[in-house]
């Protein structure tokens, strides 16, 4: 087994046991903690889902966290708002647990790797397509790609490559940055302060959240208003005809 020091850049480097190509990192390790948390917490919570006026503090909860993710998307794509909470929740409560968990002593948020924020990424990257092709079919979506003239075509690759960069970095850099910069202050200045500094972490690690689920939707519904825009302009020509 290889130990590496906890002030490496990544938790990918801090290898806790590994098995010919068979290796479990910091990162894996706290992300599967992450979704236990999650899944065991989804079924505690559902299993006595009532839809009585009396519910359990925990289901209020819930129904408080899906309404507002609900009228947030709701705001970005004027309808099929339910479509798009699998996914946007998702991101949001595992980022969101990720962030938050960092006050427990020794861990190390998952969301601190570019892996992961990569991944996460990557997930928003396929969604884009996979709605726009679900809702208008392949060639009404692809076509978008060569608006207005096929020149265009490198560059509408080019900005949905950019955006997920862009998802992987911002995530990554305000994580990393905010833990790496309590360790420092935990070594060189009295105990009070560094425990501000956590306290605000924590608001740092919700707003994070937020901001990546808000992202993603916002990418999502843009490739649909396009979408729209094109079916708009269609019906135009068709009644002008």
């Not at 998702?90 to 992961?116: D, E, M, Q, R």
């Not at 105990?191 to 306290?199: K, N, Y």
Request: hydrophobic residues 50%; charged residues 10%; glycine residues 6%.
């Amino acid at each position: 087994m290889e130990i590496v020091s906890l002030n490496q850049i990544s938790p990918d480097q801090v290898v806790i046991w590994s098995y010919g190509f068979i290796i479990l990192n910091v990162t894996i390790l706290y992300t599967w903690l992450v979704m236990g948390i999650l899944v065991i917490g989804s079924i505690l919570v559902t299993r006595n889902i009532s839809s009585e006026m009396n519910v359990s503090r925990w289901q209020h909860f819930l129904e408080v966290i899906v309404s507002i993710i609900r009228g947030e998307i709701r705001e970005m794509t004027k309808k099929g708002a339910d479509s798009y909470i699998p996914l946007i929740g998702t991101l949001f409560l595992f980022i969101c647990t990720s962030n938050v968990l960092a006050v427990v002593p020794g861990y190390v948020a998952p969301t601190s790797s570019i892996t992961t924020t990569a991944a996460l990424a990557t997930c928003v990257f396929i969604a884009v397509p996979f709605y726009g092709i679900s809702r208008n079919g392949v060639l009404h979506y692809f076509k978008e790609y060569f608006q207005p003239t096929f020149i265009f075509f490198p560059f509408h690759v080019m900005g949905e490559i950019s955006r997920t960069l862009a998802l992987t970095v911002r995530l990554f850099g305000n994580i990393m940055s905010h833990e790496k910069v309590i360790g420092i202050l935990l070594a060189v200045t009295p105990f009070l302060f560094p425990v501000v500094m956590q306290i605000l972490g924590l608001l740092i690690g919700v707003i994070q959240a937020y901001i990546f689920a808000i992202l993603s939707m916002v990418y999502i519904a843009s490739a649909l208003s396009a979408e729209d825009e094109h079916h708009v302009e269609v019906k135009k020509e068709t009644v002008a005809v």
